[in-house]
């Protein structure tokens, strides 16, 4: 499984960004899906995640209420819609794919793509 992350840039404090993330390669099954993020000096961190239904999502506290995880499986692309977002949120946004343990471990998932910079500044 390749997955390509998109939709990351440049905005200012209480704006939004949408970013998406395509899989392709064994996509007939579908993987449940994550975001982490890594800010300069910071370990990688959990944001979001979903189950291969879309049924079922999953926040970090700090984007709970500003952050919505979705995913379209007949695109095979899961988004992260964010929304008021804030300087601290400046990272590289990491999507990963088919976590076999708790959706919230790095360690969990198997695939991961290539990151996509969002930078929250005035």
């Known amino acids: 499984v390749q997955l390509q992350a998109s939709g990351g840039g440049l905005v200012q404090p209480g704006g939004y960004l949408r970013l998406s993330c395509a899989a392709s390669g064994r996509t007939s099954r579908r993987y449940s899906r994550g975001w982490f993020r890594q800010a300069p000096g910071k370990e990688r961190e959990f944001v979001a995640a979903?189950?291969?239904?879309?049924?079922?999502?999953f926040y970090a506290d700090s984007v709970k209420g500003r952050f919505t995880i979705s995913r379209d499986n007949a695109r095979s692309t899961v988004y992260l819609q964010m929304n008021s977002l804030k300087p601290e949120d400046t990272a590289v946004y990491y999507c990963a794919a088919d976590p076999k343990s708790s959706y919230y471990s790095v360690h969990a998932y198997n695939y991961w793509g290539q990151g996509t910079q969002v930078t929250v500044s005035s």
């Open positions: 979903i189950d291969w239904s879309g049924g079922s999502t």
